[in-house]
């Protein structure tokens, strides 16, 4: 039964989400699309159909190990194909412009995501419960978190903030934990202040390790080796858990379906317009766009900041592979190649965010470098039906979702303007309000499933149409293009956080 609380909560949200299809009506009407309804209700009904019918069928693929008939995911068909066939009619048949061709088919894909993404976010939040295995709440609710764990804290040239993290794992609510700090061949003094926290442990109970210097993942592979716990959790040396995260992440793993546990990683510092930006960004994220992976337990990446794993499963898949930059996306698609569930729960991290475009560009273009490495890697999830929802759900989602809005994004923006320089602004001063508002409502819903602290993002939402999108999608399209023209190969190195003040 819902607390008042969440009541309260689920009633915003509802009334938050009719406006929110009003505003998206509005927009329809006065952008005079006769065709988007069609254009969009009928994708949309295709893939709620196929959805259910292929997680009706997702249990039988876990159980069955044998390989699956060679198929494309019709979920392509439905988010991609059936959008461009209307587009294509809309030109031949209703005479429309290039420019109304291009803003037509991104009008689709919104209003999409609108109609399928947030009814599922609302389900994830209020209704759908972790515990698939069908425990009872009070079970559940009484876990003694007795699952041993290992919380392996891969560190280079981290000095400034080693010790803040140990110190959020050693005061986090769970007992039965062993700590291990890998020193990756530091050049400062990371080693130094780690090691003043072995008086207070035993050898089983804190270990601190050093080696040559070989990279993230070679360091993450270092510490499994000597870890004892039957989960083991990654956790970043510039992140800080929450007191309950390692509880509310290990007790996920009663249900034998799950092979891993996302947390919720929120921002530590937001003292500048950028860092807003970026918690907008991570709102919009984690409580928007992850609601429907969630619910078919295909959670494309487990964050270095505080993800939980079953250190068998890490064990047969390999470990972590040194072919790409982004070994948490890696790992976490190699254990939903095992069938099992991947899931995230309210369990928070805080991690620290580029407080500059500078350190923003190099972050992102590393992680967006590594999206293309990664998923040109797994390519052959697509044709594969063994992998599940994976294959009919989570991986053409993701990989639309990264390929197509950067790229349609500056198209729209370049005939836009020469649009307004051939003297037709007037026609989108109204629907780029409604827009915008439109924008704000759904930040707003974001905010509500998110929890309180989160009110202030509200007021950067327009930066989520105009400006900071506009800058992620740049460091996209340059991060597509350097992989697919000079190569997936390149030196993986440490990114250490500079300058940071210690956390209150």
Same mark, same amino acid.
């Given at each position: 039964?819902?607390?008042?609380?969440?009541?309260?909560?689920?009633?915003?949200?509802?009334?938050?989400?009719?406006?929110?299809?009003?505003?998206?009506?509005?927009?329809?009407?006065?952008?005079?699309?006769?065709?988007?309804?069609?254009?969009?209700?009928?994708?949309?009904?295709?893939?709620?159909?196929?959805?259910?019918?292929?997680?009706?069928? +997702?249990?039988?693929?876990?159980?069955?190990? $044998?390989?699956? $008939?060679?198929?494309?995911?019709?979920?392509?068909?439905?988010?991609? @194909?059936?959008?461009?066939?209307? +587009?294509?009619?809309?030109?031949?048949?209703?005479?429309?412009?290039?420019?109304?061709?291009?803003?037509?088919?991104?009008?689709?894909?919104?209003?999409?995501?609108?109609?399928?993404?947030?009814?599922?976010?609302?389900?994830?939040?209020?209704? &759908?419960?972790?515990?698939?295995?069908?425990?009872?709440?009070?079970?559940?609710?009484?876990?003694?978190?007795?699952? #041993?764990?290992?919380?392996?804290?891969?560190?280079?040239?981290?000095?400034?903030?080693?010790?803040?993290?140990?110190?959020?794992?050693?005061?986090?609510?769970?007992?039965?934990?062993?700590?291990?700090?890998?020193?990756?061949?530091?050049?400062?003094?990371?080693?130094?202040?780690?090691? !003043?926290?072995?008086?207070?442990?035993?050898?089983?109970?804190?270990?601190?390790?050093? !080696?040559?210097?070989?990279?993230?993942?070679?360091?993450?592979?270092?510490?499994?080796?000597?870890?004892?716990?039957?989960?083991?959790?990654?956790?970043?040396?510039?992140?800080?858990?929450?007191?309950?995260?390692?509880?509310?992440?290990?007790?996920?793993?009663?249900?034998?379906?799950?092979?891993?546990?996302?947390?919720?990683?929120?921002?530590?510092?937001?003292?500048?317009?950028?860092?807003?930006?970026?918690?907008?960004?991570?709102?919009?994220?984690?409580?928007?766009?992850?609601?429907?992976?969630?619910?078919?337990?295909?959670?494309?990446?487990?964050?270095?900041?505080?993800?939980?794993?079953?250190?068998?499963?890490?064990?047969?898949?390999?470990?972590?592979?040194?072919?790409?930059?982004?070994?948490?996306?890696?790992?976490?698609?190699?254990?939903?190649? +095992?069938?099992?569930? @991947?899931?995230?729960?309210?369990?928070?991290?805080?991690?620290?965010?580029?407080?500059?475009?500078?350190?923003?560009?190099?972050?992102?273009?590393? &992680?967006?470098?590594?999206?293309?490495?990664?998923?040109?890697?797994?390519?052959?999830?697509?044709?594969?039906?063994?992998?599940?929802?994976?294959?009919?759900?989570?991986? #053409?989602?993701?990989?639309?979702?990264?390929?197509?809005?950067?790229?349609?994004?500056?198209?729209?923006?370049?005939?836009?303007?020469?649009?307004?320089?051939?003297?037709?602004?007037?026609?989108?001063?109204? #629907?780029?309000?409604?827009?915008?508002?439109?924008?704000?409502?759904?930040?707003?819903?974001?905010?509500?499933?998110?929890?309180?602290?989160?009110? $202030?993002?509200?007021?950067?939402?327009?930066?989520?149409?105009?400006?900071?999108?506009?800058?992620?999608?740049?460091?996209?399209?340059?991060?597509?293009?350097? @992989?697919?023209?000079?190569?997936?190969?390149?030196?993986?190195? &440490?990114?250490?956080?500079?300058?940071? #003040?210690?956390?209150?």
């Amino acid at each position: 039964m819902m607390a008042n609380e969440e009541k309260r909560s689920l009633a915003a949200v509802l009334v938050l989400s009719v406006i929110a299809y009003a505003l998206a009506a509005l927009l329809v009407i006065i952008s005079r699309f006769e065709m988007i309804i069609l254009s969009t209700v009928a994708p949309a009904a295709f893939t709620a159909i196929y959805l259910v019918i292929s997680h009706s069928r +997702s249990k039988k693929f876990r159980a069955n190990k $044998k390989k699956n $008939k060679q198929q494309l995911p019709l979920i392509i068909f439905g988010l991609a @194909v059936i959008p461009i066939i209307f +587009s294509i009619i809309l030109f031949i048949f209703y005479s429309y412009s290039v420019y109304l061709l291009i803003l037509s088919f991104a009008t689709e894909l919104t209003f999409l995501s609108i109609l399928f993404y947030l009814p599922l976010s609302i389900y994830d939040k209020f209704f &759908w419960k972790n515990n698939a295995a069908g425990l009872a709440a009070a079970n559940y609710k009484k876990f003694d978190a007795m699952i #041993p764990l290992s919380i392996i804290i891969p560190a280079y040239n981290e000095e400034e903030i080693i010790e803040r993290t140990i110190e959020s794992v050693i005061e986090s609510d769970y007992p039965t934990k062993q700590i291990i700090v890998v020193d990756d061949g530091s050049k400062d003094q990371t080693y130094l202040k780690a090691s !003043k926290y072995l008086r207070g442990f035993r050898a089983d109970q804190f270990l601190l390790l050093t !080696k040559p210097n070989g990279g993230k993942t070679s360091a993450l592979n270092y510490g499994l080796c000597f870890a004892t716990g039957e989960i083991i959790v990654v956790l970043d040396a510039d992140s800080i858990l929450s007191r309950n995260s390692l509880k509310e992440l290990a007790r996920q793993f009663l249900d034998p379906s799950v092979v891993a546990v996302a947390s919720k990683v929120k921002n530590l510092r937001t003292t500048n317009t950028l860092q807003n930006c970026i918690a907008l960004e991570t709102v919009l994220g984690t409580n928007l766009l992850r609601g429907p992976f969630n619910v078919f337990g295909v959670i494309m990446i487990i964050p270095g900041a505080g993800g939980a794993f079953r250190k068998k499963l890490l064990l047969q898949s390999g470990g972590y592979d040194n072919d790409t930059i982004t070994e948490d996306f890696d790992i976490t698609l190699k254990l939903l190649k +095992s069938s099992g569930r @991947v899931i995230m729960v309210d369990a928070i991290t805080y991690s620290d965010m580029p407080d500059n475009l500078k350190d923003l560009h190099k972050q992102r273009r590393r &992680w967006n470098r590594g999206n293309v490495q990664t998923l040109l890697k797994h390519r052959n999830v697509l044709s594969n039906g063994r992998y599940g929802m994976l294959q009919s759900f989570g991986y #053409p989602m993701l990989s639309m979702a990264f390929w197509f809005p950067a790229f349609l994004d500056f198209l729209i923006i370049g005939y836009t303007i020469y649009a307004i320089l051939a003297g037709l602004w007037a026609y989108f001063v109204l #629907p780029f309000v409604v827009y915008v508002l439109w924008q704000i409502v759904l930040t707003a819903i974001a905010v509500v499933l998110d929890g309180k602290d989160s009110g $202030k993002v509200l007021l950067y939402s327009p930066l989520a149409i105009i400006g900071y999108k506009q800058i992620l999608n740049f460091i996209i399209i340059k991060s597509v293009f350097s @992989v697919l023209l000079f190569g997936r190969k390149k030196k993986l190195k &440490w990114e250490t956080t500079e300058e940071i #003040p210690k956390a209150a």
